[in-house]
Nanobody, 128 residues
Framework: QVQLRESGGGSVQAGGSLRLSCHVSTLSISIRCMAWFRQAPGKERMSLVATIDRAGRSTYADFVTGRATISRDNPRDTLNLEMTDLKSEDTAMYYC?????????????????????WGQGTQVTVSS
């Protein structure tokens, strides 16, 4: 059974930084599209934060461009997301997702439906 487990969330003051990690078990991530999504409080839909494909190419949502870095550690089957200059609007539950082999279909517009496996999320709370 494929499992994704996020870690690294927590409470941080505005302007601070966080590093989120997602460990995937029973499936190698090295050839797959992966992504981070987030769901803000009171919002029904998740927003795509960043993607990274098999070749290591990354895309970012406008709201994190310049403040986020997605990376993958293939030998450890771990996906990371580093965020800096955090803002109160970054407060959300962050989810990692494992998608298809190869490229991320749609790049920064890849829909949640393209991802087969999901973690349970890690909460990030940014206070001003």
């Amino acid at each position: 059974q494929v499992q994704l487990r996020e870690s690294g969330g927590g409470s941080v003051q505005a302007g601070g930084s966080l590093r989120l990690s997602c460990h995937v078990s029973t499936l190698s991530i090295s050839i797959r599209c992966m992504a981070w999504f987030r769901q803000a409080p009171g919002k029904e839909r998740m927003s795509l934060v960043a993607t990274i494909d098999r070749a290591g190419r990354s895309t970012y949502a406008d709201f994190v461009t310049g403040r986020a870095t997605i990376s993958r550690d293939n030998p450890r089957d771990t996906l990371n997301l580093e965020m800096t200059d955090l803002k109160s609007e970054d407060t959300a539950m962050y989810y990692c997702a494992l998608g298809p082999i190869g490229e991320c279909p749609g790049g920064r517009l890849t829909s949640a439906g393209a991802f087969e496996y999901w973690g349970q999320g890690t909460q990030v709370t940014v206070s001003s």
